[in-house]
């Protein structure tokens, strides 16, 4: 089968496609004729070679995909369209998904749609909910709000009753997250967003869900209600935080969190996948939360849609279309 090689680490550009053999399948997998990959900031990281697979997990980029079984132990899944989260392997012909990981395609659904799911709902519905433990009539502020993981947890937190602020980078994405529900969007190159949710947020906000680290974090703090939470998802502002202020924190009763999925455990994430499917599974077939979709690339065209990515245009996902 043909897959998106990595021969050695640096910008998209070194991205190209090698031949390898069709993985073998395990009894509680499936094999998936891929038909759209999912692309994630994790994989221009991985690209950089700063964030390796987790150990015994496939090299190949990519963490979620949609296609067709072509193999399973039990037969009611040959012939299905999945889609499923994986800890790597996406970015291939032929992809191994576990059975407790898959979810069946809606009828409603195309492949390119499929792809845009498992990872950031299932991201976003962790910070949220899993750890955050978000409440109706709570106030959640979701930095990158435009983003993959920022689009799926404004809706998730609407349809669950929250209020929703996101920061954008341009005023494009402000308009775009407030048609998509969010109750203030604030453009951080034109304001401060503590400023701003000091003044228009009583009380502060419940929750901060944090792709940037480094300084963000003491801004955060600022932002916090009482018994507020902070999740940091990714680092892209920083790994450190200097001069971190713990009376404040300890002031605010507060509590700084960070999470990961791609290396928790097949339990945990199959436990994952049945609370997001028990609680949203219905609205997401339904078509009241959904996946928003930004470009999809051919997957001839993955350095420019990893390229397109790192200079931060999309609003939504990113998708490869295969064929």
Partial sequence: MKFIDIPE?????????SATDIPVVKADQLLVKVKAIGVNR??????QGK????????TILGLEMCGEVVEAQDSQWRGKKVFGLVAGGAYAEYCVLNTEHAFVLPDTM???QGAAIAEVFLTAYQSLFAIGDLQAGQTVLIHAGASGVGTAAIQLAKNAGAKVVVTVGSEQKKAFCEQLGADLAINYHEQ???SVIKEQVKGGVNLVIDCVAG????????????????????IMGGRFVELLDIAKMMGKRAT???STLRNRSDEYKSDLIEQLQQRFGAALAGGQIKPIIDSVFDWQDVAAAHQYIEDNKNMGKVVLRVG
Avoid: W
Wanted: aromatic share 10%.
């Fill in 9 to 17: 680490f640096g910008n998209p550009s070194v991205l190209t496609f």
């Fill in 42 to 47: 994790a994989d221009t990281l991985q690209r």
């Fill in 51 to 58: 964030y390796p697979p987790p150990k015994g997990e496939s």
């Fill in 110 to 112: 195309t492949p390119e």
């Fill in 192 to 194: 401060d967003f503590v």
């Fill in 215 to 234: 300084d963000y974090i003491h801004r955060d703090i600022n932002c916090l209600a009482m018994d507020g939470k902070i999740v940091v998802l990714a």
């Fill in 256 to 258: 700084i969190q960070a």
